[in-house]
C-alpha cells in the first residue's frame, strides 16, 4: 500500500535554517547539514528544502550548498529557490536531487514547467504555490502570491494548479501563507478541495503544530504529503528549537487513524 | 570492486556515499576503461527511457557492458529507469533496450487498474518480495521503498519478477535473470531498507 508521506521543510536564509511566521520574522534553527543528518537517523519520508533568499535576490540556486545537503541525504530530496530555466534545474538533477520546486517563475510561465519536465522527466518537477486566504469584505477565496508572499499574481489556485498540472508538473505543494509557523492545523477546506480537482500528487504545508493535525489532513485528503516546518524544528510552547520526527510506531499510527478517518467519509 | 555507471543520468553519488557508510568499496565509471575490473555493476537511471538510452549509447559503455553482463556473468542492478533499460521495450518511446530480462515497460496511464490513481506513483510502498529471491534477503517481512515513477516493468516470464507492489494492481517492481537485478524503486534513498538492499547485492 503507498504510505501518506510526511515530509520536514526547511527553509535556508543566509546560510542557516531558519523558520518563519507567515512568511516573516525568520528565526535560526540551525545548520541545514546538520538538520539533514538527524533527518536521516530519525528515517524521514523525504526532505524539502526551500532557499529563501534566491529568488528574491534573483541570485542563481546555491549549487554549492545543495550538492553538500544532496551528498548526506539519505532520504528524497526536494530543492527549491531561485530555479526559473530547465537547465537549472538540470544541474540541480544532476547534483543528486530527486525534485526540484519552482514557484515564482512557474507562475509567470507555465510553458517553464513543461520545458524542466521535458529536460528532467515529469516526475521531477514540483510546483510550489503560495496561498494566502482572502478576507476582505467582498473578496472570498484563494490568492497565489510568489517572492515569500510579497508579490500577489492575482490568481487563483485552483485555476494555477490546474494549468500547472497540465504543464507537466509532476507534483504540486500548496504552501498557506497564513498558516505558517501559527501551528493550528492546516487549511483543510483548501486542502480537501485541491484533493479532489487535481490528479497529480499533492503535497500541504503550513500550519501543522501537532501530529493529530497531520491525521486530520490525512482524514480530509487520503494518500498525500503533509510538509511542516515548525512542528519538526521546534518543541515546547516556547518554541525551543529542538529537531524531531515522528518515531515508526507514531507515524503509523498517524497514516493509520488519518487514513481510516478518510475511508469512513 | 562495485563499479557505478555513470553516463550521465540518475545519482551516481547517493551509491558511492550509501556503499562507503557500508564499509564496502564502490566506484564510479564513465567509459569502457573505467568498466575494467568490475567484480559488480550498478546501473542508475532517471527520466525518459529513449533518453537514457541515448545517453547510454553515446557514453561508449553499451559494448563492455554487454561483454562484462553477458559473457563474463558480471551481477548488474538496474535502477528505476536503469531498471526499465533492462527490458526489450517500452510505451514510453521507441528506443530498443538492453533485452536482458524479457519483458516490456508499460505505462501506469494505460493500465485501467491504475489509471484513476494520481500519477506518477510516488513516495513510500510495500514491497513483497518472490520466495527466496536473493535481493531481499532479511527483508522478507519488512520491505517498503522509496518510488518515482509512471512507468513500470512488465515481466514476459514469471520466474523473472523479484518483487511485486501494489498500485492498483500488483505490478512488477523487481526483476532478476541469473545474473541481471532490477528495482524500479530507489534504495539509495530508502533509509535501512534501502541500505540492507544494496548490501545483499554487493554480497552476491
Redesign the interface.
Same mark, same amino acid.
Given at each position: 500500500?503507498?504510505? #501518506?508521506?510526511i515530509i520536514p521543510c526547511l527553509l535556508v536564509h543566509q546560510g542557516g535554517l531558519v523558520k518563519t511566521v507567515e512568511f516573516k520574522d525568520p528565526k535560526y534553527v540551525g545548520d541545514p547539514i546538520n538538520a539533514v543528518k538527524i533527518f536521516?537517523e530519525k528515517?524521514a519520508?523525504?526532505l524539502v528544502v526551500l532557499d529563501i533568499d534566491a529568488s528574491v535576490n534573483g541570485a542563481e540556486p546555491d549549487y554549492r550548498m545543495i550538492a553538500n545537503l544532496?551528498?548526506e541525504?539519505?532520504? #528524497?530530496l526536494c530543492y527549491g529557490g531561485g530555479v526559473h530555466t530547465p537547465k537549472q534545474a538540470k544541474t540541480i538533477?544532476?547534483?543528486?536531487v530527486?525534485?526540484v520546486a519552482m514557484s515564482a517563475a512557474a507562475a509567470d510561465d507555465a510553458t517553464l514547467v513543461t520545458r524542466t519536465a521535458d529536460a528532467?522527466?515529469?516526475?521531477?518537477v514540483v510546483v510550489v504555490l503560495d496561498v494566502r486566504r482572502k478576507n476582505g469584505l467582498f473578496a472570498k477565496g484563494y490568492e497565489v502570491f510568489t517572492h515569500n508572499g510579497k508579490r500577489s499574481t492575482k490568481t487563483d489556485p485552483f485555476e494555477l494548479a490546474q494549468a500547472m498540472q497540465a504543464a507537466g508538473a509532476?507534483?504540486i505543494v500548496i504552501n498557506s501563507i497564513d498558516r505558517d509557523g501559527q501551528m493550528k492545523g492546516y487549511d483543510l477546506t483548501l486542502a480537501a478541495r485541491m484533493r479532489r480537482e487535481l490528479?497529480? #500528487?499533492?503535497s500541504f504545508l503550513g500550519g501543522a503544530g501537532s501530529y493529530q493535525d497531520i491525521e486530520a489532513l490525512l482524514g480530509e485528503c487520503g494518500?498525500v504529503?503533509a510538509s511542516a516546518g515548525s512542528l519538526f524544528v521546534f518543541k515546547g510552547p516556547y518554541r525551543a528549537v529542538l529537531i524531531n520526527y515522528p518515531n515508526p510506531e507514531q507515524k503509523n499510527g498517524i497514516c493509520r487513524s488519518g487514513l481510516a478517518a478518510y475511508s469512513s467519509k | 570492486m562495485i563499479h557505478i555507471v555513470d553516463y550521465?543520468l540518475g545519482?551516481?553519488?547517493?551509491f558511492v556515499? %550509501?556503499y562507503k557508510r557500508l564499509g564496502i568499496e564502490a566506484v564510479r565509471a564513465a567509459s569502457g576503461a573505467e568498466l575494467r575490473g568490475a567484480s559488480k555493476l550498478i546501473l542508475p537511471g532517471?527520466?525518459?527511457f529513449d533518453h537514457a538510452m541515448e545517453l547510454l549509447d553515446a557514453s561508449g559503455m553499451c559494448q563492455p557492458l554487454e561483454w562484462l553482463v553477458r559473457e563474463d556473468k558480471v551481477p548488474v542492478l538496474g535502477i528505476c529507469v536503469g531498471m526499465q533499460l533492462l527490458a526489450g521495450s517500452s510505451d514510453e518511446g521507441v528506443s530498443a533496450g538492453l533485452g536482458w530480462v524479457d519483458g516490456r515497460v508499460r505505462s501506469f496511464a494505460g493500465n485501467p487498474a491504475s489509471v484513476a490513481l494520481? %500519477?506518477? @506513483? %510516488?513516495?513510500?510502498?510495500?514491497v513483497i518480495p518472490a520466495a527466496g529471491s536473493p535481493l531481499f534477503k532479511g527483508l522478507e517481512e519488512d520491505a517498503?521503498f *522509496?518510488?518515482?515513477?509512471?512507468f513500470y516493468f512488465e515481466c514476459s516470464d514469471p520466474a523473472s519478477v523479484a518483487a511485486r507492489a501494489? *498500485?492498483g494492481f500488483q505490478f512488477h517492481c523487481a526483476v532478476q535473470n541469473g545474473n541481471v537485478f532490477g528495482v524500479q524503486f @530507489?534504495p539509495?534513498?530508502s @533509509? @535501512?531498507w534501502?541500505a540492507a538492499l544494496l548490501k545483499n547485492f554487493a554480497d552476491l
Open positions: 500500500m503507498l504510505r #501518506p508521506r536521516n528515517e519520508d523525504e544532496a551528498a541525504c539519505r532520504m #528524497p538533477i544532476g547534483l543528486g530527486e525534485k528532467i522527466g515529469r516526475q521531477s509532476g507534483e490528479r497529480i #500528487p499533492l494518500v504529503g | 550521465g545519482n551516481t553519488q547517493a556515499n %550509501m532517471v527520466g525518459a494520481p %500519477m506518477p @506513483h %510516488m513516495g513510500w510502498n510495500d517498503r *522509496y518510488f518515482l515513477h509512471s501494489d *498500485y @530507489h539509495e534513498k @533509509h @535501512h534501502g
